[in-house]
Nanobody
Framework: QVQFVESGGGLVQAGGSLRLSCAVS????????FNWYRQAPGQQREWVGS???????AYGDSVKGRFTASRDNGRNTVYLQMNSLKPDDTAVYYC???????WGQGTQVTVSS
């Protein structure tokens, strides 16, 4: 059974940085692509970015140039480095793999102005 366990969120001032982690189990990690999503209160879940099995990345316009996804196949973990954070980045962040319906609990990121 696939599991996604996100961590690394917290409270940070605008302009600050955070690094999120997503530990994945129950899946052939090194052959799987992953997506990062976020959901702010009262809003729909938003795609943030993705990383393929070969390490290619793509990002939504709102985070492009500020966020960087990476992966460690030896640790079955996906990361999201978030720099130059803005109050609009406040949300619960999730990682997920295409084709799976399971979601983790997410990790809360709060950016104060």
């Amino acid at each position: 059974q696939v599991q996604f366990v996100e961590s690394g969120g917290g409270l940070v001032q605008a302009g600050g940085s955070l690094r999120l982690s997503c530990a994945v189990s129950g899946i052939t990690f090194r052959s799987t692509s992953f997506n990062w999503y976020r959901q702010a209160p009262g809003q729909q879940r938003e795609w943030v970015g993705s990383i393929t099995r070969t390490g290619l990345t793509a990002y939504g316009d709102s985070v492009k140039g500020r966020f960087t996804a990476s992966r460690d196949n030896g640790r079955n973990t996906v990361y999201l480095q978030m720099n130059s954070l803005k109050p609009d980045d406040t949300a619960v962040y999730y990682c997920q793999a295409p084709g799976y319906t399971t979601w983790g609990q997410g990790t809360q990121v709060t950016v104060s102005s």
